[in-house]
């Protein structure tokens, strides 16, 4: 495709009146900031923070039900809708008769998360929402960005800057704080293996695990 090139005039071809007029420009955009800051399209981040729009993926959320249990029921839909594989379920029994399971563990690592919201979509409980409207999300080692069970369900809006609440293993009853035991050591072969959920490399020990 040939595009044609616009053909310049003498003044446009010798540069300074254009530059004059680029310059008053910038001028312009200044003496009205100053004057007029009520009307800066800038924000003074992050003093003030824009709202997101609704249809918006932020930071996940668990969401739950009237009586303050998560209304996820360990299905594990969205693990496997997961195409970057950053979600980390342990079910347990759940103390409910009409529910079958509840997650003992469930992390979500921000750092793999591509915010396509498969999770979202493919969850047939809505217990998985992202309308958080937390954009800015922060920390200093990787295990920060790995959030559970606790933060999901009651880690609200902007909470995260005002510090993430601590994690509480919640084992179920008898049940060990670690994850469920590799074949290996079930059957006696090999050494223990301890896990721990909180760093990306335990969750590759626990998705090579086979059934
Ligand atoms: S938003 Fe996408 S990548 Fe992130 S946890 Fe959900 S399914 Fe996985
Ligand atoms: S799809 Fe929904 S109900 Fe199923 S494990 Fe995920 S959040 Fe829980």
Redesign the pocket.
Known sequence: MKVPSPKLTFWERIYVVEIIRGLGVTMGHLLKNLFRQSEMPTVQFPEEIKPVATRHRSRHR?TVREDGT??????????T?CPASC?H?I?QEADAPWKEKK?RV?EIDLLRCVFCGF?VE???????RMDTGEVTIVGTRREDFIVGLDFLLHGEGNAWREGRPEEKPQPGPGEPLLPPSTPEEESGRGPRQVLRPKLPSAWETVREVKP
């Open positions: 668990l998560p209304k996820c029921v360990a299905c594990m839909c969205c693990p809708a979600i379920i079910a997650p469930f999770c493919a969850c047939p409980e809505d217990a998985i």
